[in-house]
Structure formats: structure tokens, C-alpha cells
């Protein structure tokens, strides 16, 4: 049958368990097997084993290997997308753990969305690869684990791009190439103790339906430690390409080639207050196509702007910052996305408290830079294509606000993107699901829960921007200069849109779209 369901609990320590086809490890990997009542189950997928005869091994208590069983469905599949706090327009995976985004492409009108995933618990481990594809980027559907862990390592983040001109010699038939580049993280896994940190490629001829690993791997060999998570876009001008990736401490590298495969460093870049998962693109300035900037960012969304001229990246700003919230981690930008588009996605650091799986990717932002206030700034706003889920719209022009007198109205769904104006001089709190957001017009303070950032409005007026949903509120200010993933449990019985004046009476316009969840 299709799975093995396997039942874990957090009452037991992480084990090895090993499946072994032929005499040879198949798949090895870490799970809480669970001996006694399971808090929940997780599955695997064995489509490629079938009719194999596979041998199940486990280093911890046996006894839980009785309860496996196979099936043509997962455990739990009838109240799948039915739990209380699943997100409704964030994509989640059906069990286990998500970080990262990976290999972001656009191909033959599908949004692929790869991503770091365990497959056996809801925490951090056993790096795979998961899929999912949309042909929208809202409606997403989970595709088979791409990659999983080998002797080699298990499998880091990495990005994608197709290879138009078959400049790697790959193409094998009517399909273009699709190429993904990945750190293979040595030691990080029982079966690869001892071996070191790289960068390596995999390939697919068919579309992208399935991958393989490029024979003469790896590309990269160990710069430092934990060298990882390579970015790789295609530089127009000298018809090259051009691979970020992190090193160690604060420090990134860029590389280049012609051929895909054979690649020289070009610099070196340091971000002070940043690490990991580079992206690296150009943008027009407020649409200005005789104005090109380039953007380096790294995970934690400080980012510079400068110029780039396929040798070197020169002419940088002061180092910004995009995101002052508690979560949003490890953007990336979808390659070769129609229409000259940037549009990114983040790992929304979120735990949902007694569920089979955890954490969530952003609802996919586009990306400009505008001038904001004087300065080019980097702005993300939710994708366009979020309108698809709307249900309702209601428009509150000019009401009245005071500090006794706040303005009510009542949300019917779970979901809902709200925009708040008002100006820049009127101080207000916002309450909704549980989740506050409070404005205070002689700090120019926005405050979200916990967090903080200085606002700036425009022209005396101020704009700002909430998708909200079960696990999570996104908020957008400055003309998406200013971002804040946040982190929060909704709670729906507090479900009224409260809006107080907090000095003085003042007017304010409310926009509210009700939203529906994306699988239906």
C-alpha cells in the first residue's frame, strides 16, 4: 500500500529507524516511535518501494514498531484541514515540521514551493525536501518529499532555475532542465558522520515531477564549517550566473559561471546583523526601468541596495531592515516569474500547540522599491492574487473615534485583511481574535504585541496593513517599507474589531475583506 503510518510520542527520545531494501539503506532517519498511546501519526510515503521487500530496523524501544501498519491513507485523514488552529491562508503541510523555502520556480504555469521539512515530527530534524505546487501562488497543493536525507548528509536549503539554453548539456528531451542547487550537510545525520558541508546540484527532465542528483557532485566543495544555501539567478547582461551563498558568522560569498557547473568566487560581503539564506535580485526603482538597483538580503530581512555589474557588487547603502516582527524567517524569490514579477516567501516561525505538524510559509509577497519618505526602501506587500479568497468587503469612510466612543464591527471569518488610515497625529489601538496593535502618534511608535517600530506615514496621513489569520498576523506600514510577521493564537470568540482613540477624538477610514481558507 501507498504509506507506512507510524505512530510518535514526545514522552520518548528520538531514535534511529532504518529501512533497509536489498541489503542497502534505503531511507534512515530520527523518530519518537511511540511505545505506548501516541500523541499523534506520521506517515511515509512508499510509492517508490513498492513491491519491495524492506527490512525495519530501530535503535529505541521496539515495542512501537508493532503498532506501524500500512494503508492507502494517511491516519487522520478525515479531520485533515479540519484541526482548530491549522492556518487558512498560509500553506501548511499535511504532518510533521517546515522551515525554510526552497527552489522557488516558476515552470509551464506552476508555482513550485519546495521547502526544509521533517516528515516525522512536528520539531526541527531530518532535513528532506517537501513539495507543493499552485498555479496562483494562494492555492497550493502538496506534492511527494523530493529529496531525502543520504550517506551524504541531509538535504539544506537551496534554490532553483531552469536552464533555458542547456548550457549544463543535461536536456534529455522536449522538457527544459529544471536545475536545483542544494547544501548536502554532512554530519548532521547518523550516516553521514564525518563528512563535510557542500554545494550540489540536482536536475529534472521531466518537468519537475521527479529529481536527480547530478553525478559529479559536489560543485562547491567546504569553504568554511557550515557553508550553506546557495541562491542562484541568471545575470542578463554577460549572459552568466551568478550563486550567493552563506559562509560562516556574518559573511556571504558571490560566485559565478557560465556553464552552471563550474563556478569561481567573484567577493565576498559581510551583513553584521545578519546570517544565512541569501537572496540577491534586481528591482527598478518606483518602476523606473532606466533606474536598476540590486537587493542583497539575508534571512533575518536586513538587506542592502546597491549596484552590480556581473563582476562585482559595489555602491552599497546603509545596511536596512524589512522585518521587526517575531517571526518570518529565510525569504526567497520565486525564479523566472512571468511579467518581470519579484515575489517572495518566508518561513512564519510559528508553533501550533498540539498538532501533528508545525510552522507555516508567508502568504507570498511582491516585492518593489520605492522611494519612501526620501529614501529607497525595499516594500513587500501580499500578493494580488490573495483577492482570489476574499468574500466580503466592507469600507468605513471617515467614523468618528474617541476614547470612550471606538469603532466596533464584527469579523465572520477567521481570516481577514484590514487597512487602517488615519492620521499621522492620532493615536489608536486595535484589538482583534486577541491580537493588539497599538500606534502612538507622539513616538510614531507601532507597537504589535511585543514588538515595536518607528513609523513614518506619508504626507501626515498613516496607512497600515493586516492579514490575519489562525496562528499568525502579517502587518504591513510605510508602503510595505515596514513589515512585522507576528506570531499569535487567535482567539475566535474575540472576534469584534475593536479601534480606540487613545488622546483625542479623530477620523478614520477601516477597510475589511473577509477571507476563506485556500483548500476549498
Request: aromatic share 12%.
Amino acid at each position: 500500500k501507498r504509506y507506512l503510518n507510524l505512530p510518535v510520542s514526545h514522552q520518548v527520545d528520538r531514535a534511529l529507524m532504518t529501512f533497509d531494501v536489498g541489503g542497502r539503506q534505503e531511507r534512515v532517519f530520527e523518530i519518537r516511535l511511540a511505545s505506548g498511546k501516541p500523541d499523534y501519526w506520521v506517515f511515509c510515503d512508499m510509492s517508490a518501494l513498492k513491491n519491495k521487500e524492506i527490512k525495519i530496523s530501530y535503535t529505541g524501544n521496539k515495542t512501537g514498531i508493532n503498532k506501524i501498519y500500512q494503508a492507502d491513507e494517511i491516519t487522520g485523514q478525515d479531520s485533515l484541514y479540519k484541526e482548530t488552529n491549522r492556518p487558512q491562508i498560509h500553506y501548511t503541510q499535511r504532518r510533521g515540521w517546515n522551515n525554510d523555502p526552497n527552489g522557488l520556480l516558476y515552470y509551464d504555469g506552476e508555482y513550485h514551493l519546495f521547502y526544509q521539512h521533517n516528515p516525522y515530527e512536528r520539531d526541527w530534524g531530518n532535513m528532506h525536501w517537501g513539495h507543493a505546487v499552485s498555479n496562483d501562488l494562494i492555492h497550493w497543493e502538496e506534492k511527494d518529499i523530493v529529496f531525502y536525507p543520504d550517506e551524504d548528509g541531509t538535504v539544506f536549503s537551496g534554490s532553483a532555475i531552469v536552464d533555458w539554453k542547456n548550457v549544463t548539456g543535461l536536456k534529455q528531451n522536449e522538457n527544459d532542465v529544471i536545475l536545483i542547487y542544494y547544501t548536502c550537510a554532512g554530519s548532521t545525520s547518523e550516516a553521514s558522520k564525518g563528512k563535510p558541508f557542500t554545494q550540489n546540484l540536482a536536475y529534472s527532465v521531466d518537468g519537475g515531477l521527479t529529481f536527480k542528483k547530478y553525478a559529479h557532485n559536489p560543485l562547491i566543495e567546504q569553504i568554511v564549517g557550515g557553508n550553506r544555501d546557495p541562491k542562484v539567478i541568471y545575470y542578463e547582461p554577460d549572459d552568466s550566473y551568478i550563486m550567493a551563498f552563506y559562509l560562516d558568522n556574518h559573511e556571504y560569498v558571490l560566485y559565478k559561471s557560465t556553464d552552471l557547473i563550474h563556478w569561481s568566487k567573484i567577493q565576498s560581503l559581510y551583513m553584521e546583523e545578519d546570517a544565512e539564506c541569501p537572496d540577491f535580485f534586481p528591482l527598478a526603482v518606483d518602476g523606473n526601468y532606466d533606474n536598476i538597483k540590486w537587493v542583497f538580503i539575508g534571512a533575518s530581512d536586513r538587506y542592502y541596495i546597491g549596484e552590480f555589474n556581473g563582476e562585482s557588487y559595489t555602491n552599497l547603502s546603509a545596511l536596512m531592515r524589512l522585518n521587526y516582527g517575531n517571526n518570518s524567517y529565510a525569504a526567497q524569490s520565486w525564479s523566472d516569474m512571468p511579467d518581470g514579477r519579484r515575489v517572495r516567501t518566508a518561513f512564519s516561525t510559528v508553533i501550533i500547540p498540539g498538532e501533528p505538524y508545525a510552522s507555516c510559509m508567508n502568504v507570498p509577497q511582491e516585492m518593489n522599491l520605492r522611494m519612501v519618505n526620501g529614501e529607497t526602501k525595499l516594500c513587500v506587500q501580499p500578493v494580488k492574487e490573495i483577492e482570489s479568497l476574499y468574500t466580503s468587503h466592507r469600507q468605513f469612510n471617515h467614523v468618528v473615534i474617541s476614547p470612550t466612543e471606538p469603532f466596533k464591527h464584527t469579523v465572520g471569518s477567521k481570516c481577514c485583511d484590514i487597512t487602517i488610515t488615519a492620521r499621522a497625529s492620532q493615536s489608536f489601538l486595535l484589538k482583534l481574535y486577541g491580537f493588539t496593535m497599538q500606534y502612538n502618534s507622539e513616538t510614531a511608535i507601532l507597537k504589535c504585541l511585543d514588538k515595536e517600530v518607528k513609523v513614518a506615514g506619508n504626507n501626515g496621513n498613516l496607512s497600515i496593513r493586516l492579514l490575519m489569520d489562525t496562528v499568525n498576523t502579517e502587518v504591513f506600514a510605510d508602503d510595505g517599507s515596514v513589515f512585522l510577521g507576528m506570531t499569535y493564537i487567535q482567539d475566535y470568540n474575540l472576534n469584534t474589531l475593536s479601534v480606540t482613540a487613545e488622546n483625542s477624538t479623530g477620523e478614520i477610514d477601516v477597510d475589511v475583506k473577509e477571507i476563506k481558507r485556500y483548500w476549498e
